[in-house]
Each structure stands twice: as structure tokens, then as C-alpha cells.
């Protein structure tokens, strides 16, 4: 063999030690309770074979889905995740937040004010039960907290804030990371609630409260100048 043959062999050898291992240890990793979630309980109203647990985190982020084979005609599952870090999840309009070494029981149904959690990991998700959504507008939930003009709308806004706010404070067994998201989260919930403001105000402008005019939803433009 000449030496360039010997040194192609050698990269070639390197690169195939460099790649093979990180199949490997995902392997390794999916195999160890530490980085499994223990996820079981029911699921209901949403038909007899598979549900899809979408992966909900950042828009920059890339994650992948998982699908949960439903048991019986009653929804009971369960099922072993492979969760190496902290993760968000859809179901339907329930959030989870799931995390290695979690055991969670869980009944969740289509609303996610239904849902109910018990096990390790359980406080995350009773707190996320709670969570606006940002294509109703947060906090104005479609226009149904609406109040009479901006600043009562806005003093509406802030007091959830700062009860959400104080739920988060008063959580146990959840992490620092999460606190920290949760925070960004609060703060983006009102950012967005007041972007939706003059736009379900002039909705229910005469449909809802016959005082919400013109001139009281210019108070919000007036405020923001």
C-alpha cells in the first residue's frame, strides 16, 4: 500500500469512526430510562388508532412529531417517548411540556381546559392548561374580553399577565428554563393581545358594546403615537 493509499484508507476509516457513533448513541440513549418519558393515561374524542403529539417549539427550532397507538375504544394508551431535553408538544389545543425521566398520567380530550395530569412532570402541564393562543388573540380570547375602550382593555390585560405571572411564581418542581420561557411567554401574550386589540374592537364594535366606537378605539393608536 503507498502512503497516499494508506492516508485515504486512514480518512476514510476516521470519517466512518466520526459518523457511526452518532447513530449509535442516539440508539443508546432512546434505550436508557433517562432520556425516555413515561406518557399514559387516555385520550379521548379522537378516534380508536393514532394520535399525533406535534413537536411545539421554536419557529427556528426543528423537532420531530411522535404518534401514540391508541389501545381500546376508550382512548387508553400507553407508551415509552424518547425526550432527550425538555420538549413541547401539541395535542389537539393541549400543550405539553415533557422532559427526560417523566412519568405522566394524563386524560386529554380536544379542549384543553379538560385536560388532567398526575405523576412526575405533572405541574408543567396543569400550569400550560392555561395557555393563550395567539391566533385568538391571546388574552381577548376572539373578542369575548373585550372591554369598553383601550384602557379598561388594558388594565384587563395586565391583570391576567400578572396572574399568570404569579402562577408561574408559585410552581414547585418545574426548572429554572422553564420559568424562563414561560416569563417570554407572558410578556409575548400581551404584546400580541394588544396587537389584536383594534382589530376585534372594530368587529365588535356594533355588534357587542354600542359605546365601543370609533373615538374609543382611536384611544389605542392616540396611546401608542
Not at 424518547?82 to 422532559?99: A, C, D, E, H
Not at 385536560?115 to 393562543?133: I, M, P, V
Request: charged share 20%; glycine share 6%.
Amino acid at each position: 500500500m503507498t502512503t497516499l493509499q494508506a492516508r485515504a484508507a486512514t480518512i476514510l476509516l476516521l470519517s466512518f469512526l466520526t459518523l457511526t457513533p452518532v447513530s449509535a448513541q442516539e440508539t443508546r440513549q432512546s434505550a436508557s430510562p433517562k432520556a425516555n418519558v413515561h406518557l399514559w393515561g387516555q385520550l379521548k374524542g379522537m378516534g380508536t388508532r393514532k394520535v399525533t403529539m406535534a413537536y411545539d417549539g421554536a419557529a427556528a427550532l426543528v423537532g420531530d412529531s411522535r404518534d401514540i397507538t391508541i389501545n381500546d375504544a376508550q382512548g387508553n394508551f400507553d407508551t415509552m417517548i424518547y425526550v432527550p431535553k425538555p420538549t413541547y408538544y401539541m395535542i389537539y389545543r393541549n400543550t405539553l411540556y415533557l422532559s427526560p425521566g417523566d412519568d405522566l398520567q394524563c386524560h386529554i380530550t380536544p379542549s384543553n381546559d379538560e385536560a388532567t395530569f398526575s405523576g412526575k412532570g405533572a405541574e408543567a402541564n396543569q400550569y400550560l392548561k392555561k395557555r393563550a393562543f395567539p391566533h385568538a388573540g391571546c388574552y381577548l380570547v376572539g373578542g369575548q374580553n373585550l372591554r369598553a375602550d383601550y384602557p379598561s382593555t388594558l388594565a384587563f390585560i395586565d391583570s391576567v399577565a400578572t396572574a399568570r405571572t404569579a402562577e408561574l411564581a408559585a410552581l414547585k418542581t418545574v426548572s429554572p428554563a422553564f420559568i424562563d420561557q414561560e416569563k417570554a411567554r407572558i410578556a409575548g401574550e400581551q404584546v400580541n393581545s394588544l396587537f389584536y386589540y383594534p382589530v376585534y374592537s372594530l368587529i365588535y364594535a356594533k355588534t357587542r358594546h354600542a359605546e365601543m366606537t370609533a373615538k374609543t378605539i382611536d384611544s389605542f393608536f392616540v396611546a401608542h403615537k
